[in-house]
C-alpha cells in the first residue's frame, strides 16, 4: 500500500515535472487555439463548427506530447531495473505511471478543454459533455499512448516512432466522443458515443497495462 | 525474509551471441561475502542482472537457499548497479523516501539510513548537484533503508573516497553479522575478508 | 557602456531615489486619472459609438500600455543580459505581471467594445490575435520563472525569451496595415495630426498620461518589493551558513 | 569543416531516432488527416475549407513534438560539456542542430504535407504553396523551438512547458503561411503573405542561435 | 599546438553558496601530472570543469602558459568527466569518429585510437551494450584520436580492470613524454609517478 502511493505521488510529480500542471495545460490549449483560427481562416460559424473535434484533436496531441517519455527515462537510469524487485506486479506499476501522467496532465487539460472550446466559438451547451469526454478520453489515450511509449523503449526511434503506434490506437475515442460532441451540438441523442467512449477507456485501463508490462519486460531483458 | 543461500549451478550466460562464461558455479552460505572479479567485459555485470532476474541464463540454475525465486527477488535481495535509478531533477529527500517506501520501509527508516551515510546534511539538493561519491552513497543508502537478506553490488567502492571505502567495509560486516549474503563484483580488493570468485579467466 | 543613469545601476541610490518617486507617481496618476475620467463622462455622445465611445478612454491607454511595458521589459532584460545588472532583473522580473494585467485590461476592454460595435465579443483578426500571443509570451515568462529553481539562471532565461517574444510588438502595431482587420487602423498618431475631435482627445491623453505614471509608480513598488525580497533571501543563507 | 559535417551527420541521424525520416512523418499524415475528419465530421466542404490550416497547425505540432529532446539528452549526459571545447562558436553548434533537425523531420513533413491537404479535399493549385509554406515555415518552426528547447533547460519541468514557450512564437508563421494560402485559394494576391513567412525564417534563422547559444551557456554554467 | 603550463593562482570556488574550497595554487609544467585528491565532494570535479571553462571561479585566476583561456578551451585540452557525452543508442564507431571528428581529427585517426584501445572488436556495437569498462575505454579514446596537451580526467581509472590500468599508465606516460599535463582527480593512486594536490583537506 505505501509503496504504490509513494509511486504514485512519485509519478505525478515526475509528470508535473515533465510539463503538467494547470498553468502550462491552459497555456497550450490557449496556443492550439490561437493557431487554429489563424491557420483556417477565422469565419465564426466555420469556427464553431470545427471547434470541439479541434479541442479534442489538440488533447490527442498533448497527451503526446507529454507520454514520450512515460517509461524512457526510468529505462535509460535503471530505474525500471529496481522496479522489478518488489512484490508488486509490473502490471500495477505500469498502471499506476500512466494514472498519475493522467492525473498531473490530462485532468489539467480536461478542465481547460471546456475553456478552449468557447473561446472557439462552441455552444456553452455542449461543454459539459466536453469536458467528460476530454476526460475519459484524457484517460484511454494516456494508457493506449502508454503502450506506444513502452513499446519503442530502447529502439532507435523514439519520438514520433510512439506517435506513428499510437495514433491509431487514438482513432476510436477520437470517433466516439466527436460523434458525441456533433450529436449533442446538432440535438441528436448523444449517450450512445460517449458510451462507447467509457467503454473503450475501461478496455484501455484493463488491456494496457498488461501490454505494457509485456514490453517493458521485452525491453529489459 | 531469511535467506539461507545463494547458489549458482553450471551456469552459462550468452549476450549477443557470445557466450560469456559457462559452467559457473557458487555457494554462498549466509553471513558469506563473495567478491567477483574478472576483466572488463568478463560478465560481472550480467551475472548480478542474472541473478537479480533480469537477465535469462543460457544453462544452469540460480536458487536462492528454500525461497521461491520469483519470491526471493521480489522482496529478499537489493542490486545496486551501475545505473543507479535516480532522478537528477529530484531532491536527494524525495529519492532516498520514495524508494524506501518502494522496498517496504517507512520515512523514519530513510531518514536513519540518511543519517548513517552522511547525507542530512545534502537531503533539499537536487540529485544533479551531488558529487560522484555523494551520489553513490544515496545509492547504497537504501540497502540499509529497507533491510534486506542478499546484496547484489557492482562495483560499491568506486567513486568513494577512502574513509568512506573503510566505512562501507564497516556496514557490510554488519550486514554479514546480521545473516546476509554479499555477491560484489570488484576490481579492488573489498575492506573486508571475503571470498574470491573470478570469471572469464 | 550605454549611459545609464546612475540611479538605475546602483542599487543605494535607486532606492532612495524610489522611495519618493513612487509615491510621487502614484499621485500623479490619480489626480491625471480624475481629471481624464471627469472630461471623459462629460464628454458628448459619438454619431456612431454612442455611449460606448468611452470604453475608449480605458481600452486604448491599456492597449498602448501592455506594448509599452514590454518595451520597458525588453530595455530591462538586454540590460540585465549584456551588463549583468541585478537591478535590471529585478526590473524585468517586475515588469511582467504588470504587463501581463495591462494586456488582459486591453483585452477585456476590448472585447466589451466589441460586442456592442462588431456585435461579437471575439474574432480572430490580426490586430487582436497578436495582443493575445503577446499575452501569451507575458505567461510564457511567468512559467519559465516558475520552473527554475536557480534564481540567476532563471533570470537570463527569462531575459532571453522576453527579447525574442520582442518581434511581436511590430507584428502588433502594423496588423491593421498588414490585413484587412476589422479592427480600426491609427487614428491617433498618424501623418496628419490626430483624426479625433478633442472633446475625445484631451481625456485620451489624460488617462494615457495617468496609466503612464500609475505603471511607474507600480514598477518602481514592485521592483522595491524585490530588492527587498533579495537581501532578505541573502540574510537567509548568511544565517544558515554561520 | 569536418567537425561541422559530423556535427550535422550526428543530428540528422539522432533527429531522425527522436522521430524524423520520410515514414514516420506520412504516418503522422496520415494520422491527423485521420483524426481530424472524425473528429470535426466528414462534411467535404467544411473539410476542404479547413484543410490547408489543418495541416499547417499539425506541422507545428509535430515540430513541437521532436523538438523537446533538441537539447536535452546532450545536456544531461554530458555532450554539450564536450562540444564547448572545440573552435566552432556555441552559435553554430545550435542552428547545425535546429537544422539536422529540420532537414530529418521538417523536411520529410514539408513534402508529405501537400498529400495530406489533398486527402483533406485541398484544391490541386494550391499544392505546391503548401509545400513552400511548409518547408519555410518548418524551418522557422525549428529555429524558434529550439529557442524553447534551449531555455526549459534544467528546468524543472521540460514537456508542455516548452509547447508554452514556443506556441506564441509559432503564431507570426502561422499567421502568415496560412493568410497566403487563404488568398490563393480565393484567387487573390498570396505573394505578400509567403514573403513575410520567409523574412520572419530568415529573422529566425539569424536571430534564433544566438539566443540558443546563450540559453545553453546559462543552463551549463 | 603547445601548451607550456597551467597555472591556478588563489583560485576559490563556490557551488550553491557553500565555498568548496579558496586560495588554491598550482603550478603544473609540460610533462608533469598532478593526482587531485580529496574527500567526496571536496571539489575535485568542481575544479576541473571550472579549469574547462564550465563553472565560473569565486575568486582567482587559471591561466593556460602563454595561451590565450578562450582558444587553449577551444583547442587544447580535453575533459574526460563523470558524464561522457556518448550516446547509448548509437554504435562505438559512430560515436568515436563522430567525437573524434568533432575534435579535429579524422577517421583514419579514430580508428587507429580504437585499435590501440583495444575496441575494435567492439565498433559495431551500440553503447548501451558496452560493459562500463569498456565504455570507459571508448571515452578515452577520444584522447588519443584527437591529440590536445592537457588532459582534464576525473577518476579515469575507476571501472577499468588491472591489466587496463597499467596500460592508460603506460598511455599517460607517453603522452607526459610527448610534452603533455595531466590533470587528474583520483582515489586511488595512479600507476606512474605524479605530483600530489589534496584539496579541501
Ligand atoms: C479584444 C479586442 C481588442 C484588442 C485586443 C485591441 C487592441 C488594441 C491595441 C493593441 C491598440 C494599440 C495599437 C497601436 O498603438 O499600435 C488598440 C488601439 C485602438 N483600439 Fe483596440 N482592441 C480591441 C478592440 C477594439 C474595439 C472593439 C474598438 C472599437 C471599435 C477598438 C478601438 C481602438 C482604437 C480607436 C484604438 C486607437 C487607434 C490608434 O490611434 O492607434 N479596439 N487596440
Ligand atoms: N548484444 C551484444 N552483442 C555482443 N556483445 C554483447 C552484447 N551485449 C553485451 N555484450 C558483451 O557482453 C559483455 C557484458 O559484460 P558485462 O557488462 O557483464 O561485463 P563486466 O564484467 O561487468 O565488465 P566491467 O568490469 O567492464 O563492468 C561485454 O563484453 C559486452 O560487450
Ligand atoms: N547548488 C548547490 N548547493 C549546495 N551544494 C552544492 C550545489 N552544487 C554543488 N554542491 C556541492 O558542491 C560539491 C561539489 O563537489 P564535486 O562534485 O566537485 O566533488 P568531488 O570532489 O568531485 O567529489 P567526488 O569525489 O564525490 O566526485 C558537493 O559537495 C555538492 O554537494
Ligand atoms: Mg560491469
Ligand atoms: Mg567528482
Not at chain 2, 567478491?35 to 550480467?46: I, P, V
Not at chain 2, 546476509?180 to 570488484?186: C, E, K, P, Q, S
Not at chain 3, 514590454?70 to 515588469?95: E, I, K, P, Q, T
Not at chain 3, 476590448?110 to 505567461?139: I, N, Q
Request: charged share 15%; glycine share 10%.
Amino acid at each position: 500500500m505505501s509503496a504504490l502511493s509513494a509511486l504514485f505521488g512519485r509519478e505525478t510529480s515526475l509528470a508535473w515535472g515533465r510539463g503538467g500542471g494547470p498553468l502550462v495545460s491552459v497555456g497550450f490549449y490557449a496556443g492550439v487555439a490561437t493557431l487554429l483560427p489563424l491557420a483556417t481562416g477565422p469565419e465564426p460559424d466555420r469556427l464553431a463548427a470545427i471547434a470541439p473535434g479541434a479541442a479534442w484533436v489538440a488533447l490527442a496531441l498533448a497527451a503526446l506530447l507529454s507520454l514520450d517519455r512515460l517509461f524512457e527515462r526510468d529505462f535509460e537510469d535503471g530505474a525500471l531495473d529496481l522496479m522489478v524487485h518488489s512484490s508488486l506486479p509490473l502490471e500495477l506499476v505500469c498502471a499506476i505511471k500512466c494514472l498519475g501522467q493522467w492525473v498531473a496532465t490530462g485532468l489539467p487539460l480536461a478542465l481547460a478543454a471546456p475553456l478552449a472550446a468557447l473561446a472557439l466559438g462552441a455552444q456553452p451547451l455542449i461543454l459539459p459533455l466536453v469536458f467528460g469526454c476530454a476526460a475519459v478520453g484524457g484517460l484511454a489515450f494516456a494508457f493506449m499512448g502508454g503502450i506506444g511509449a513502452a513499446l519503442s523503449l530502447g529502439a532507435r526511434r523514439g519520438g514520433l516512432l510512439t506517435a506513428v503506434i499510437v495514433l491509431p490506437l487514438f482513432v476510436p475515442p477520437v470517433i466516439f466522443g466527436g460523434g458525441a460532441l456533433d450529436s449533442l451540438s446538432n440535438g441528436l441523442p448523444w449517450t450512445a458515443g460517449f458510451a462507447l467512449l467509457c467503454a473503450y477507456g475501461a478496455a484501455a485501463l484493463a488491456l494496457g497495462p498488461l501490454a505494457m508490462a509485456a514490453a517493458c519486460r521485452n525491453a529489459l531483458s | 525474509m531469511m535467506m539461507t543461500g545463494l547458489k549458482l549451478q553450471n551456469l552459462g550466460l550468452r549476450r549477443g551471441g557470445r557466450l560469456l562464461f559457462s559452467g559457473l558455479e557458487l555457494d554462498l552460505k549466509a553471513g558469506q561475502v563473495v567478491a567477483l572479479t574478472g576483466r572488463n567485459g568478463a560478465g560481472k555485470t550480467s551475472l548480478l542482472r542474472a541473478v537479480a532476474g533480469l537477465v535469462q541464463p543460457e544453462a544452469g540454475t540460480i536458487s536462492f537457499g528454500d525461497l521461491d525465486p520469483d519470491e526471493a527477488r521480489a522482496s529478499s535481495l537489493h542490486l545496486v548497479g551501475h545505473q543507479d535509478g535516480l532522478k537528477t531533477s529530484r531532491t536527494v529527500a524525495e529519492e532516498l523516501i520514495f524508494w524506501s517506501r518502494w522496498f517496504g520501509a517507512d520515512r523514519a527508516q530513510a531518514l536513519d539510513s540518511a543519517a548513517r551515510l552522511d547525507l542530512t546534511g545534502l537531503l533539499g539538493l537536487e540529485v544533479r548537484r551531488l558529487s560522484a561519491g555523494q551520489r553513490k552513497r544515496l545509492a547504497l543508502a537504501r540497502l540499509l533503508a529497507a533491510p534486506r537478506p542478499l546484496w547484489l553490488l557492482d562495483e560499491p567502492l568506486s567513486p568513494l573516497d577512502a574513509s568512506w571505502r573503510t566505512r562501507f567495509g564497516d556496514l557490510m560486516a554488519e550486514h554479514l553479522a546480521g545473516g546476509g549474503l554479499i555477491l560484489a563484483a570488484v576490481h579492488d580488493p573489498l575492506p573486508i575478508p571475503s571470498i574470491g570468485l573470478e570469471i572469464g579467466a | 557602456m550605454i549611459p545609464v543613469p546612475a540611479f538605475l545601476s546602483n542599487p543605494e541610490r535607486f532606492m532612495a531615489f524610489s522611495r519618493w518617486a513612487a509615491p510621487l507617481f502614484g499621485g500623479i496618476a490619480v489626480l491625471l486619472g480624475l481629471a481624464g475620467l471627469w472630461y471623459g463622462f462629460t464628454a458628448p455622445e459619438d454619431y456612431q459609438h454612442g455611449d460606448t465611445v468611452r470604453i475608449m478612454f480605458i481600452h486604448v491607454p491599456a492597449a498602448w500600455m501592455s506594448m509599452f511595458v514590454y518595451v520597458c521589459l525588453a530595455v530591462a532584460s538586454f540590460l540585465s543580459l549584456v551588463f549583468r545588472h541585478a537591478l535590471a532583473d529585478c526590473a524585468a522580473r517586475a515588469a511582467v505581471p504588470i504587463g501581463a494585467a495591462f494586456t488582459g485590461l486591453a483585452l477585456v476592454t476590448g472585447s466589451l467594445w466589441g460586442e456592442p460595435m462588431w456585435g461579437t465579443w471575439w474574432v480572430w483578426d490580426a490586430r487582436l490575435t497578436s495582443v493575445l500571443v503577446l499575452f501569451l509570451v507575458y505567461l510564457a515568462l511567468l512559467a519559465l520563472r516558475a520552473s527554475l529553481d536557480d534564481e540567476l539562471k532563471a533570470a537570463r532565461a527569462c531575459a532571453i525569451l522576453a527579447l525574442v517574444g520582442a518581434v511581436n510588438l511590430p507584428i502588433i502595431h502594423w496588423s491593421v496595415n498588414w490585413w484587412n482587420t476589422l479592427h480600426q487602423g491609427a487614428s491617433v498618431f498618424t501623418k496628419s495630426g490626430p483624426a479625433m475631435t478633442s472633446d475625445y482627445l484631451i481625456p485620451l491623453l489624460l488617462l494615457s498620461l495617468a496609466y503612464m505614471a500609475a505603471f511607474g509608480s507600480l514598477w518602481l513598488v514592485s521592483i522595491r518589493g524585490e530588492v527587498w525580497r533579495r537581501r532578505a533571501d541573502a540574510a537567509a543563507q548568511r544565517l544558515a551558513r554561520a
